[in-house]
C-alpha cells in the first residue's frame, strides 16, 4: 500500500514554455502533498507544502509565480513550472501523506530538462 | 533550526563486509527519524521509522539505532550485497505537528564485488 506515482517520468522542453507534473496518491487520500527538488548528488530541497484545498505553503526562496502547485482533490497534486529556463532543469520529486501517517510516500520523480 | 548531517559523504566496501552509516541531528527533540534509500534516478523507498522513544528498529539485514541525547542514528548493514548500492538519508521529523522532514545530504554506498 501507499503508493505514490508521478507523470510523466522525465520531460523535456523548450525555453520558455510551460511543464506541469502530475503527483498521484493511488491507494490512500492524501490530505497533504509534498514537492521536492534535487540537484545531482545533492539532497532533497522542499519547494513547497500543500494542504488539499488550500494555497500551497513556499519555502523561503522558491518563487511560488514559477512554481504553481495545485492540490485540488485528495489524490492529486500538480506542480507547474512557468516559463521554464535551462536552470530550472532538476529532478522533482512529490511525496504525500494522510493526517495520521507517521511519514511521507514518495513518487518516483521526474526528470526535467529545459533546453 | 534543526539540521542534519550525513558522514561519511560516500562509502566503498567489498562485499561481504558489515558497514555502518552516521546520521547525526543538532536538535534532539525530535517526533521520529528515518532511514531512506534512494537508488539513481528514482525515488525514495523508507528503510526504517524509529520513533523518538524507541532505540533501535530491525528489518532483514538492517538495523537503525537512535540516541536522541547525543543527537545521533546509525545504520548497520551486515553482510553488504552489491544490491545495497545507493545513496542512503536519513530524514527527521521534529514534532508531531511538523510535516516537513529535514533531511542529512545522504551517504553513497557502492559495494564492490
Known amino acids: 500500500g501507499a503508493v505514490v506515482s508521478q507523470h510523466p517520468s522525465w520531460v523535456i522542453c523548450k525555453s520558455g514554455t510551460s511543464v506541469k507534473i502530475e503527483c498521484r496518491s493511488l491507494?490512500?487520500?492524501?490530505?497533504?502533498m509534498f514537492w521536492y527538488r534535487q540537484f545531482p548528488k545533492q539532497s532533497l530541497m522542499l519547494m513547497a507544502t500543500?494542504?488539499?484545498?488550500?494555497?500551497?505553503?513556499?519555502e523561503q526562496g522558491v518563487e511560488k509565480d514559477k512554481f504553481l502547485i495545485n492540490h485540488a482533490s485528495l489524490t492529486l497534486s500538480t506542480l507547474t513550472v512557468t516559463s521554464a529556463h535551462p536552470e530550472d532543469s532538476s529532478f522533482y520529486i512529490c511525496?504525500?501523506?494522510?493526517?495520521?501517517?507517521?511519514?511521507?510516500?514518495f513518487g518516483p520523480g521526474t526528470r526535467l530538462l529545459v533546453l | 533550526k534543526q539540521e542534519v548531517t550525513q558522514i561519511p559523504a560516500a562509502l566503498s566496501v567489498p562485499e561481504g563486509e558489515n558497514l555502518v552509516l552516521n546520521c547525526s541531528f543538532t536538535?534532539?527533540?525530535?517526533?521520529?527519524l528515518q532511514w531512506f534509500r534512494q537508488d539513481p534516478g528514482k525515488g525514495l523507498t523508507s528503510l526504517l521509522l524509529?520513533?523518538?522513544?524507541?532505540r533501535e528498529q530491525t528489518s532483514g539485514r538492517l538495523n537503525a539505532s537512535l540516541d536522541k541525547s547525543s543527537g545521533r542514528s546509525t545504520l548497520y548493514i551486515a553482510a553488504s550485497q552489491p544490491g545495497d548500492s545507493a545513496t542512503y538519508l536519513c530524514?527527521?521529523?521534529?514534532?508531531?505537528?511538523?510535516?516537513?522532514?529535514?533531511f542529512g545530504q545522504g551517504t553513497r554506498l557502492t559495494i564492490n564485488p
Open positions: 536538535d534532539s527533540a525530535i517526533y521520529n
Open positions: 524509529i520513533q523518538s522513544s524507541q
Open positions: 530524514a527527521v521529523r521534529p514534532h508531531m505537528g511538523a510535516q516537513k522532514l529535514v
Open positions: 500543500s494542504n488539499e484545498g488550500s494555497k500551497a505553503t513556499y
Open positions: 511525496s504525500a501523506s494522510w493526517v495520521a501517517m507517521e511519514t511521507q510516500y
Open positions: 491507494d490512500f487520500q492524501a490530505t497533504t
